[in-house]
């Protein structure tokens, strides 16, 4: 079955950089887009970026955009969100997530996510 362990969350500072990371198993990863979510205390789970199954084409959120780059390797596994120049309103947890079908467009398979916390 499909699974996803996000890891690399923590406690920092505004302004500092944080590498999450996500390995999957379950499914052909190389064929599949990525993406991270994240849900702040009391709001909805929202969209973050997304990697296509190439790593070639990317997309995020302008509340993002310039700050977070999301990138894949098919080889292990993995897709990392790398996170630069940190806000308080980063603060959140953070999900990877996979389509149900390399064609579909909805993410329906989530990690446990992993906690950010950023401080003022």
């Known amino acids: 079955q499909v699974q996803l362990e996000e890891s690399g969350g923590g406690l920092v500072q505004a302004g500092d950089s944080l590498r999450l990371s996500c390995v999957a198993s379950?499914?052909?990863?190389?064929?599949?887009?990525m993406a991270w979510f994240r849900q702040a205390p009391g709001k909805e789970r929202v969209f973050v970026a997304t990697?296509?199954?190439?790593?070639?084409?990317?997309y995020y959120d302008d509340s993002v955009k310039g700050r977070f780059t999301i990138s894949r390797d098919n080889a292990k596994n993995m897709v990392y969100l790398q996170m630069n120049s940190l806000e308080p309103q980063d603060t959140a947890v953070y999900y990877c997530?996979?389509?149900?079908?390399?064609?579909?467009?909805?993410?329906?398979?989530y990690g446990q996510g992993t906690q950010v916390t950023v401080s003022s």
């Open positions: 997530a996979t389509p149900s079908c390399p064609t579909c467009q909805r993410y329906e398979y």
């Open positions: 379950g499914f052909t990863f190389s064929t599949y887009s």
């Open positions: 990697i296509t199954w190439s790593g070639g084409r990317t």
